[in-house]
T-cell receptor, first 115, second 115 residues
Framework: KQEVTQIPAALSVPEGENLVLNCSFT??????LQWFRQDPGKGLTSLLL?????REQTSGRLNASLDKSSGRSTLYIAASQPGDSATYLC??????????????FGQGTILTVHP | EPEVTQTPSHQVTQMGQEVILRCVPI?????FYWYRQILGQKVEFLVS????????KSEIFDDQFSVERPDGSNFTLKIRSTKLEDSAMYFC?????????????FGEGSWLTVV
């Protein structure tokens, strides 16, 4: 059974810092990995999707990497801003079987960027 | 940008009552999902739906739950007889396909409180 873990559980940084959020998963047989952002009481906004054949994806100040064989992904946020404050979720989609897009989520990293 | 829309945003119901949560997936998407997030816990997969039938469901999705696509645009989750432990945020999601490069898009959620 796939298990996804995110470290740290919470992170507080001053504005302008570069930071790294970590995600690990136990079963390396995945189709892809998605990073989401969740604001309090709100829905999930997809940030980046990395396919299993890819090593990284970039969008603006965000860069996500994937090391499938070791079961790890990192989300790098450059020059953090107070508007980046949110919970960041990592989710993997397992390969094979009859999986029709089922995602397994981590518990999230709560990020606070203070001015 | 196209988005998944959900109604209601918040519903309070008495234990034992039936609840229907509604979703309008992104218009050209073919795969539809329901997830839930109990307060303070991970986002959990409930069910996926394709070609007018359930393609995968979790152990949470028991006989009290059902899904339906009553017309070409709506996708509903029905809980027949709600329990206190059904209190959660319910997310609808959709994707065009389930290939590795396809992002799953989530709605803003419906917050269900069972009293």
């Amino acid at each position: 059974k796939q298990e996804v873990t995110q470290i740290p559980a919470a992170l507080s940084v001053p504005e302008g810092e570069n930071l790294v959020l970590n995600c690990s998963f136990t079963d390396s047989a995945i189709y892809n990995l998605q990073w989401f952002r969740q604001d309090p009481g709100k829905g999930l906004t997809s940030l980046l999707l990395i396919q299993s054949s890819q090593r990284e994806q970039t969008s603006g100040r965000l860069n996500a990497s994937l090391d499938k064989s070791s079961g790890r992904s990192t989300l790098y946020i450059a020059a953090s801003q107070p508007g980046d404050s949110a919970t960041y979720l990592c989710a993997v989609r397992n390969a094979g079987g009859t999986s029709y897009g089922k995602l397994t989520f981590g518990q999230g990293t709560i990020l606070t960027v203070h001015p | 940008e196209p988005e998944v829309t959900q109604t209601p945003s918040h519903q309070v119901t008495q234990m034992g009552q039936e609840v229907i949560l509604r979703c309008v997936p992104i218009s050209n998407h073919l795969y539809f999902y329901w997830y839930r997030q109990i307060l303070g816990q991970k986002v959990e997969f409930l069910v996926s739906f394709y070609n007018n039938e359930i393609s995968e469901k979790s152990e949470i999705f028991d006989d009290q739950f059902s899904v339906e696509r009553p017309d070409g645009s709506n996708f509903t989750l029905k809980i027949r007889s709600t329990k206190l432990e059904d209190s959660a945020m319910y997310f609808c999601a959709s994707s065009y396909r389930v290939r590795s490069g396809n992002t799953i898009y989530f709605g803003e959620g419906s917050w269900l409180t069972v009293v």
